[in-house]
């Protein structure tokens, strides 16, 4: 009997070990599947503020472009809160100056919104193209390969068969490239369009492609474009001072033309146009929500703006 009641005994332990094993595995699974569902909500939930966020700062930003003064390079700092450095925000915070050469400014609190002046970019429809020139050799490309694309360009967007100097038309990309496609004959519709010329290549279209925009625009104007462009059209030292110049806030179209040598023309003025490129950036917690679209100024009398491109 003694050893029968030592095998009961051994089995009844057994038998509660794997009984509290199976207790203690169920709760660290169900504990770990309530972790993972907390965590789903907080990311739904950050999500969902970053998202409103964006509409908000959408909202605010389209109400300060309407009513205040813009300047040739950002809101006017007349238009600011007095003895603001940047515009005072709904919840009584302040934000940092605005500005239209895409410099990323924070608008609020995990909000950062970047404005591009599209008239600051080379639009490649318009003749800010002979521009272009200058852009590639500052990125090392040789001028008898700048002729070669800026020639090709024309002959791609002209609607007659009969190729520029050094340019190209479709007996080349048919015959000599065997492509089925030869050039549109019209207006390019997209930057990977640009990298089917003859002479490009995708490494250059890369290094191109932060100066370029296929929005129409009526004029250039250079005292917004990036540092790059603005280095390929004046020197890198110009450059440098004029960014100086923006930073303090200080930059006038004099000050700009006497810096770099640039005097306004028929197609260059230093003034705005109405098109910006618009992103918005809100963060909360580990989301993180992006908006991007066309802010057109000026649409006409009733109508002061229209947003398209919207992504």
Known sequence: ??????????????LALM????????????????????EMARQFGDRTQA?????????????????????????????????SSGLALADGTESQPWNYYGEPFLLGPGITVTLQDSAARLAVSTPALDLLKPLMTFHGVSSSRANTILDSFRDWQDADDFHHLNGAEEDYYIKKLGRTQGPRNDSMQSLGEMGLLRGMDTTLLNLLAQDLTFY??????????????????????????????RRAGTLTSGIFSAI?????????????????????????GEARAIRSFLLIMKEGVGRPFRMTEWR
Do not use: C
């Open 51 to 83: 998202e409103m966020k964006i509409r908000e700062a959408t909202a605010q930003l389209l109400l300060t472009m309407i009513t205040s003064q813009a300047g040739a390079t950002g809101l006017e700092e007349a238009e600011w809160s007095e003895g």
């Open 19 to 38: 009984v509290s094993l199976i207790i203690t595995t169920t709760a660290i699974v169900l504990t770990q599947r309530v972790r993972g569902q907390v």
């Open 260 to 284: 770099t040598a640039i005097s306004e023309s028929e197609t260059l003025f230093f003034s705005p146009g109405g098109r910006f490129e618009v992103t918005i950036v809100a963060e909360v």
């Open 1 to 14: 009997m003694v050893g029968g009641e030592r095998s009961d005994s051994g089995f009844a332990l057994v």
């Open 216 to 245: 129409p625009t009526n004029h250039f104007n250079p005292m917004n474009t990036s540092i790059t462009l603005l280095s390929a059209l004046s020197t890198p030292e110009a450059a440098e001072q004029v960014a100086s110049h």
